[in-house]
């Protein structure tokens, strides 16, 4: 059974860089024709793609987020980050991470809510 759990600070102030974490367990970042993905749901809005970190390595961003948005993984810890750069309060949203394969997204993170505020 995959499971994944994010991680990272709650309240980010407008201009710096939100950062958080995708710890997975039960399957490895590098297997099963994986790609694991960062989502958002802003508030009263539906979920929106950031982007994803495939099993080869590969990386695609949305490109509406492309330029201030990065994704990596530390495979000795089975972990996959996010950073978003130079946020606004617009970047407020619930954050979630997921594995997708060829049969779609079959594991979520329960999601962590982040803040932009001064």
């Known amino acids: 059974q995959v499971q994944l759990q994010e991680s990272g600070p709650g309240l980010v102030k407008p201009s710096q860089t939100l950062s958080l974490a995708c710890t997975v367990s039960g399957g490895s970042l590098t297997g099963d024709s994986s790609y694991w993905n960062w989502i958002r749901q802003p508030p009263g809005k539906g979920l929106a793609w950031i982007g994803a970190i495939a099993y080869t390595g590969r990386l695609f961003y949305s490109p509406s987020l492309k330029s201030r948005a990065t994704i990596s993984r530390d495979t000795s810890k089975n972990q996959f980050t996010l950073q978003l750069n130079s946020v606004t309060p617009e970047d407020t949203a619930v954050y979630y991470c997921?594995?997708?394969?060829?049969?779609?997204?079959?594991?979520w993170g329960q999601g962590t809510q982040v803040t932009v505020s001064s």
């Open positions: 997921a594995r997708a394969d060829a049969s779609g997204y079959g594991y």
